[in-house]
C-alpha cells in the first residue's frame, strides 16, 4: 500500500459560470477531440473512491475545474459519504476544492467547514482588477460576487486561502493588490503566472514584467515578516524551504514532475492537470487499475522527460532554486521565466537566507 495519494478531479469538467479570457484549461479542453464531458456520475466518483482507498494510506482529494461547484453540493455530499463509509482504521483523508468563488451560499461554506475542506478561492487581487479578466458570458465582472463569497467564508470559518492569476494588469498594481488583501485579512495567498495558450495566442505576461511584479512582492512580503505580521506566500516560503534544506512542497519547483492523477468527469486519468490532451490521456478509471495507468505512463515517459535539461542551467547559480521551473512554461527556447529568475534571486537571495535562519530551530 502507498503511503500518499493526490487524486485531483473535475467533476464538471471544462464547464464554468465564468468566461476568463485567460484559462488555461478552457484551452486545454479546446484542443481535445472532445472539450467537456457531463458531469461526473455516482458510477465513475464510485470507482475512483473505491480504487485509490484500497490503494493508500493518506489521500488527498482535490476537486478543480472548469467550476467544481456546478456539479451541485449534492455530488460532494455523496462523495464525502461513501469515503467516509470506506475509510479504514489508520487511514487520514484531507480535501482541497478550487473556486472561482461565485454563487456560493452558506450551505457551501457549512459543507466546507462541517468536513475540512481547504478552499482555494480565485481572486486577482482587487475588484478592479480582477474583473479585467474574470467576467462571465455577458463580459461582465465577477469581483463582487468573489467578495461576497469571501467575506462568507470568513464569517463562518471556512478555511480557505487566495488564489491570484500574475498578468501584466497586476505587475501594474502591486502595492494595491498586497494591501487590499492583508486589510481584508487574506494572509493566506498564491501567484501563479499566467500560462500561454497551447496555440501560442496573446500573452498576459512577460517576463520582464513577471520579475517586477517577483521582486515589488518580495519587498512587501519581507517588510510584513519584518514587522512581525507575516503572510504566507507559497513561492517564496518554499524558497524558505529549500534553503533550509527542505524539499519544495509545490510540485512546479522540483525540477521534474510528479506521480499524479488527474481524473475528467467521465473517467478518463491524465498525469497533469496542465497536460489533459488527447495525446497524454492514460486511460479510464472505469476499467483501468492504477498500475496500468502507471505503466502507461512510464511508457511516454511523462516524468522521465519532464526533467530539466535546458542549456546552461548546469552553469547557473541559481539552478538549486529555480531547477527550470515547470515543464508546463518550457518551449525549444527554454524555460520562459529564466531571465526572471536570473533577476529576481541576486535581489532576494541575501534576505531569503535572513528568513530561512529566523525560522529554523537551531
Known amino acids: 500500500m502507498r503511503e500518499h495519494l493526490t487524486m485531483m478531479i473535475k467533476p464538471a469538467s471544462a464547464a464554468c459560470n465564468l468566461a476568463c479570457d485567460y484559462c488555461f484549461y478552457l484551452d486545454t479542453a479546446r484542443n481535445r477531440s472532445v472539450h467537456h464531458h457531463p458531469v461526473m456520475n455516482d458510477e465513475v466518483a464510485g470507482k475512483i473512491i473505491d480504487k485509490s482507498m484500497a490503494l493508500a494510506r493518506n489521500i488527498q482529494f482535490v476537486f478543480q475545474g472548469g467550476e467544481p461547484s456546478l456539479a451541485g453540493l449534492s455530488f460532494f455530499e455523496r462523495f464525502v459519504s461513501r469515503v467516509n463509509e470506506r475509510q479504514g482504521e489508520g487511514q487520514r483523508i484531507t480535501w482541497a476544492f478550487q ?16 468536513h475540512g475542506f481547504l478552499v482555494g478561492v480565485s481572486f486577482d487581487g482587487t475588484r478592479r482588477l480582477h474583473d479585467l479578466h474574470r467576467v462571465d458570458r455577458q463580459g461582465l465582472g465577477s469581483g463582487r460576487s468573489v467578495l461576497n463569497t469571501i467575506d462568507l467564508f470568513t464569517k463562518e470559518g471556512v478555511d480557505f486561502n487566495i488564489l491570484s492569476v500574475v498578468t501584466n494588469d497586476l505587475v501594474d498594481n502591486v502595492q494595491m493588490l498586497y494591501s487590499f488583501l492583508n486589510e481584508h485579512g487574506l494572509h493566506y495567498q498564491q501567484y501563479i503566472p499566467c500560462i500561454d ?7 498576459f505576461l512577460s517576463a520582464e514584467g513577471y520579475e517586477r511584479f517577483l521582486k515589488a512582492m518580495f519587498d512587501l512580503w519581507f517588510d510584513s515578516f519584518m ?6 506566500n507559497r513561492f517564496f516560503d518554499n524558497l524558505v524551504g529549500m534553503i533550509a534544506g527542505y524539499p519544495p512542497e509545490s510540485c512546479d519547483m522540483a525540477g521534474i514532475c510528479s506521480v499524479q492523477y488527474v481524473f475528467e468527469a467521465n473517467g478518463d486519468v491524465y498525469p497533469c492537470d496542465f497536460y489533459c490532451t488527447d495525446e497524454h490521456r492514460l486511460g479510464t478509471i472505469l476499467f483501468d487499475e492504477f498500475s496500468t495507468l502507471d505503466e502507461r505512463r512510464r511508457g511516454m515517459r511523462f516524468i522521465e522527460e519532464s526533467s530539466n535539461t535546458i542549456d546552461g542551467c548546469e552553469t547557473c547559480p541559481w539552478k538549486h532554486l529555480c531547477r527550470g521551473g515547470c515543464k508546463r512554461y518550457r518551449n525549444d527556447d527554454g524555460y520562459r ?5 536570473m533577476g529576481f534571486f541576486p535581489y532576494v537571495i541575501e534576505r531569503l537566507h535572513y528568513v530561512a535562519k529566523q525560522i529554523t530551530p537551531p
Open 99 to 114: 473556486t472561482n468563488g461565485v454563487g456560493l451560499d452558506r450551505s457551501w461554506a457549512d459543507f466546507f467547514k462541517a
Open 227 to 232: 514587522n512581525q505580521t507575516p503572510v504566507s
Open 337 to 341: 521565466f529564466c531571465s526572471t529568475m
Open 197 to 203: 495558450p497551447m496555440q501560442g495566442r496573446k500573452r
